[in-house]
């Protein structure tokens, strides 16, 4: 129920790709901030290690990934955090 004198916030729907689109202009602080802030919300939780780690020997097997390649990508999503 609104308050008297309240404004009805608007909606804008828009699809996937538009979403992305404009999560791509973001700086990456401000993206960071809105991923925390949905974090904070628990709306988004980070995958269980368990559930990540059976979907990369799933990947490395069936595309046949070599060990350096594999430990290259590891260095490289590390410091990403």
Known sequence: ???KGEMKKAVIAIDDSQ???ALEQLPPDDLKKIIDALFLKKLFKKPEFEEVSAR???IVKKEGLKP???EEAIEWARKQG
């Open 68 to 70: 350096d390649v594999v």
């Open 19 to 21: 979403l992305l689109n």
């Open 1 to 3: 129920m609104r308050r």
């Open 56 to 58: 990369v020997k799933r």
